[in-house]
């Protein structure tokens, strides 16, 4: 049975920072990249970053380009999301997902409980 258990959320204030984790078990990690995506109140579920199987190949959507790194140790079957001068607006419920390198949430087969991330103006 796959399943992404995801850490690390919580409360920061505007500028800070905030590190996810999201450990993978059940099958070989490194047969599917790992996307991360988020969901506000009221919205729908947006990409906001991922990474090929091997790590080398990473995209982000624009608005945290240049803030977020996404970052995978396969050895330890886990992903990573670093988050750094946060925003007000990336206030969401943060969910990591196993599947294609893809930007759409139907690319992805397992999914995280989700962990959420507040940020304080």
Request: glycine residues 12%.
């Amino acid at each position: 049975q796959v399943q992404l258990v995801e850490s690390g959320g919580g409360l920061v204030q505007a500028g800070g920072s905030l590190s996810l984790s999201c450990v993978f078990l059940g099958r070989p990690f490194t047969k599917y990249a790992v996307g991360w995506f988020r969901q506000a109140p009221g919205k729908e579920r947006e990409f906001v970053a991922r990474i090929n199987r091997s790590g080398d190949i990473t995209d982000y959507t624009d608005s945290v380009k240049g803030r977020f790194t996404v970052s995978r140790d396969n050895a330890a079957n886990t992903a990573y999301l670093q988050m750094h001068s946060l925003k007000p607006e990336d206030t969401a419920v943060y969910y990591c997902a196993a599947g294609v390198f893809s930007t759409r949430t139907d690319g992805y087969d397992y999914w995280g409980q989700g962990t959420q991330v507040t940020v304080s103006s």
